[in-house]
C-alpha cells in the first residue's frame, strides 16, 4: 500500500510542479515504486488477481443470497417447504435402498412438527436428538425447527457424564428424541431426577418393545399427525435459533454452540457458491448428521438448494468408490482420515469409474494430495476450513495443493480475518506497544481469527448456549481499539500469495479421527481411573496420521503400580473410541507452572519414542482391547505404518 501511496503523491507533485517532462515524470514515479517495493504489487496482481476476481464474483453471489433471505426473514424450514414445492418429485435424499423425495421430507418434516407441537414442545424450546445416521434423522430436526423449537443434535458415540452433560446445556430441555438402537445407552444416564423427568420419544426399527421405562412410540403418533405444513413456521425468522450443535471447543466438556438460521442458509450457500455446485450435481455425504459437515452443510444442499444428497448409516473406506459408481454421484464429502483409508485400500477398478468431478472437505493431507487426486482422477479438490460456531471460515478454490483457502493480498478488508501471534508455550495472543494485536508476516504461524460485525450473517459470532464459554472464544483490541475478533483456536500460516495452510490446534483441544478431543475431558476421566493421579493429556504426531494421537502422562506415586486393565476399562466406558488415548507414559514427574498448572508443551515434543523418553510408556492394543508395553520395535512398527492406529 505504502510504495502506491507515496509514488502518487510524488507524480502529483512533479506534474503539479511542472519541473520535468510528462515522460520523466512517469518513469521518475515508476522507478520510485519499484524501488519502494512496488515489484512485489506487481507480481501479486499478476498471480492473484484472477483468483481474487474470481472469489469476488462467487462472494458476491453469496452476499446477496443472503441479504435477501434476511429481507425476507427466511430460515431453513421456509426454504425447504419452498424447494420441496418446486421439486416435488425430485430425489432428495439417497439412503441405502430408499428413495425420498422432496415431496416425501416435506411431509414428513410437517408430520414431526404438528406432532411434537401437540406434545406441548413450542417455539424456544428445545428437544435432544440422538440417532444413528437416516433420512428420518434430518426429517426429525428440520420438523422440529417448523415449529420454533430448538434440536440439540448429540453425537449418539457419548456415554455417562457427557451425555449427561449434553442433554443439560440445551436450553429448555423439554423432551429426548432416541434412535430405537440407542435405547440403552440412553437409559444408563436416565437415573437422575432431572433427566428423568424428560418425556422420552423413541424413533426408529425394533425387534421388541420400548426398552426405555416410560418410553413414548414416536413413529406410531407420527403416522396419525397431519402432514400439512404447521402454523407455527411463519412465526420462524432469519435470526432465530435453529439447533445445537456440540463441539469441544478448547476445554472442558462438549459446548452447544447456537446455530441460527441464519448461519444454517449461509452455511450452505456458501458451500454451494463457493465450491461451485448446482442443482443437478449429487453429492456424497457419508459423515455422522451430528456434524455441522454433514448435517447442515450435506444435508442442508438439499433442503436449502435442491441437490440431491446421499447419506449413509456409517462411512465405509470399502464402500465409498461403490456408492459413488452407484448413485452416480459428482460431487463427494470428505475429512482427512476419510482420504487415507481410501487410499490405503488396495486399488480397485472402481477407484476411477465414478463421475466425481469435485471433493470438498478439510483435513487432506499435503503430502497425500497428489498422490490421492491422481490415483482416483478426482479433478479438483475443494479444501475449506471452518468451525461449528465460528466467522473464521475460507475455502481454497482453485485446487492449491494443501491450501484450506485463501485472504486477498490484495484487497485483505473485504473479509476481514487474519492471523495473529501467538506466545508458542501459553498460546495466549501477543500485542504490540499500542495495546492492539500483532499481524503475522507471511510464513509466520499465528491463530487464525475473524473480525466479530454484529448483525451481520456472515461475520456475526452467535455464540454458545453458555455464555461464559462465549466469552473466551472472543479476543478485543484485535485491529483498533473496541473491535473484537473470533479465536479460532487454530494455528495457521500464510504464504506470499495469500494461501492459508493449516498448522495445528492450539489450547486443550487436539484432533484425532476426524474429531476434536477435549483434553480436560479425558483428563478427568484418565486421573479418576488411576486414584486421581496429576494428569497431563496432549496429542502427539503419528507418521502417516493427518492429526494428532492422545497421550496421557500419568504422575507416578511412590509405591504404586499402573493398573493398565482398569484404566482401558474406565476409558472404554466413559469415552468414545476417538477420544482415548493411543499411550500412557507413567512419569516419574511431571512440570508445573507458577500459576500450578501442568506443563504440556515439553512433553509433547518429547513426543512417545521409548529410546528418547526414559519414563515406561504403553500402547493402546484395540484389537485386544488393552494396554500394552511400547518397545522400541513395536514403536518402529508404528511408525513406518505396519501397524496402524
Avoid at 223 to 229: E, L, M, P, T, Y
Avoid at 275 to 284: F, M, P, Q, R, T
Avoid at 455 to 461: E, K, L, N, Q, Y
Amino acid at each position: 500500500m505504502w510504495p502506491s501511496v507515496i509514488t502518487l503523491a510524488l507524480y502529483l507533485l512533479l506534474s503539479w510542479a511542472e519541473l520535468l517532462p510528462g515522460t520523466m515524470v512517469m518513469g521518475t514515479a515508476l522507478a520510485t515504486y519499484l524501488l519502494l517495493g512496488g515489484h512485489v504489487t506487481l507480481w501479486q496482481i499478476y498471480y492473484t488477481l484472477p483468483r481474487d476476481l474470481r472469489g469476488l464474483y462467487r462472494y458476491l453471489k453469496l452476499q446477496y443470497r443472503i441479504r435477501r433471505a434476511k429481507r425476507l426473514n427466511q430460515s431453513v424450514p421456509k426454504i425447504s417447504r419452498d424447494i420441496a414445492r418446486e421439486n416435488a418429485e425430485k430425489v432428495a435424499f439417497y439412503f441405502e435402498d430408499e428413495k425420498w423425495t422432496f415431496k416425501e421430507v416435506d411431509e414428513f418434516s410437517n408430520r414431526v412438527g404438528n406432532y411434537f407441537s401437540a406434545q406441548g414442545i413450542s417455539k424456544g424450546d428445545s428437544v435432544a436428538l440422538s440417532m444413528e445416521n437416516r433420512v428420518e434423522y434430518v426429517c426429525l430436526w428440520l420438523g422440529l425447527t417448523k415449529i420454533g423449537c430448538v434440536p440439540a443434535l448429540i453425537n449418539f458415540h457419548l456415554r455417562q457424564e457427557p451425555l449427561k452433560h449434553c442433554i443439560r446445556v440445551a436450553k429448555r430441555c423439554k423432551a429426548i428424541v432416541v434412535g430405537a438402537e440407542l435405547q440403552d445407552e440412553l437409559a444408563t444416564v436416565l437415573d437422575e431426577d432431572d433427566l428423568k423427568a424428560l418425556p422420552v420419544f423413541v424413533s426408529g426399527k425394533r425387534d421388541a418393545a420400548i426398552k426405555i421405562p416410560g418410553g413414548i412410540d414416536a413413529d406410531e403418533g407420527l403416522k396419525n399427525a397431519s402432514s400439512q405444513v404447521p402454523p407455527q413456521l411463519e412465526a420462524v425468522g432469519f435470526v432465530d435459533d435453529m439447533v445445537y450443535i456440540y463441539t469441544s471447543g478448547t476445554t472442558g466438556l462438549p459446548k452447544a454452540a447456537v446455530i441460527k438460521h441464519s448461519r444454517g442458509v449461509l452455511a450452505v450457500a456458501a458451500g454451494v457458491s463457493m465450491i461451485g455446485l448446482d442443482s443437478n450435481d449429487i453429492v456424497y455425504s457419508p459423515l455422522p448428521l451430528y456434524h455441522l459437515a454433514a448435517g447442515i452443510l450435506g444435508s442442508g444442499m438439499a433442503l436449502v438448494s435442491g441437490i440431491t444428497v446421499v447419506l449413509r448409516k456409517k462411512f465405509s473406506a470399502s464402500g465409498y468408490w461403490p456408492d459413488c459408481i452407484k448413485y452416480n454421484v459428482t460431487a463427494a464429502q470428505y475429512i482427512g482420515e476419510i482420504c487415507r483409508y481410501l487410499y490405503n485400500l488396495p486399488p480397485k477398478p472402481e477407484d476411477t469409474q465414478h463421475n466425481v468431478r469435485i471433493m470438498f472437505g478439510n483435513g487432506l493431507r499435503p503430502t497425500l494430495w497428489d498422490d490421492f487426486q491422481k490415483r482416483f482422477a478426482i479433478p479438483t479438490i475443494s479444501e475449506f476450513y471452518g468451525s461449528t460456531e465460528g466467522n473464521a471460515n475460507i475455502i481454497n478454490i482453485d485446487g492449491r495443493k494443501g491450501a484450506v483457502g485463501f485472504v486477498s493480498v490484495l484487497f485483505p478488508s473485504v473479509y476481514p480475518v487474519a492471523l495473529l501471534k501467538v506466545d508458542q508455550d501459553t498460546g495466549e495472543i501477543l500485542r504490540g506497544p499500542d495495546g492492539l494485536c500483532i499481524r503475522c508476516q507471511p510464513g509466520e504461524a499465528g491463530e487464525f481469527v475473524g473480525k466479530i460485525v454484529r448483525g451481520d450473517p456472515v461475520r456475526d459470532f452467535h455464540g454458545y448456549a453458555d455464555e461464559t464459554a462465549s466469552k473466551k472464544k472472543v479476543v478485543r483490541d484485535v485491529f483498533r481499539k473496541g473491535d473484537a475478533a473470533f479465536l479460532s483456536g487454530d494455528i495457521l500460516v500464510m504464504d506470499e500469495e495469500g494461501y492459508l495452510y493449516f498448522k495445528d490446534r492450539t489450547g486443550d483441544t487436539y484432533r484425532w479421527k476426524g474429531e476434536n478431543v477435549s483434553t480436560a475431558e479425558v483428563e478427568s476421566i484418565v486421573s479418576g481411573a488411576v486414584g486421581n493421579a496429576d494428569v497431563v493429556v496432549y496429542g502427539v504426531e503419528v507418521p502417516g496420521a493427518e492429526s494428532r494421537a492422545g497421550m496421557a502422562a500419568v504422575k507416578r506415586k511412590d509405591d504404586q503400580d499402573l493398573d493398565l486393565t482398569a484404566l482401558y476399562a474406565a476409558l472404554e466406558s466413559s469415552l468414545a473410541a476417538y477420544a482415548r488415548p493411543l499411550f500412557i507414559r507413567w512419569a516419574s514427574a511431571l512440570e508445573r507452572t507458577g500459576t500450578f498448572k501442568l506443563k504440556k508443551v515439553p512433553l509433547q515434543k518429547e513426543g512417545f519414542n521409548p529410546k528418547a523418553v526414559k519414563d515406561p510408556i504403553f500402547f493402546l492394543d484395540g484389537k485386544n482391547r488393552k494396554f500394552i508395553p511400547l518397545t522400541e520395535q513395536l514403536y518402529e512398527d508404528i511408525v513406518g505404518g505396519r501397524v496402524r492406529v
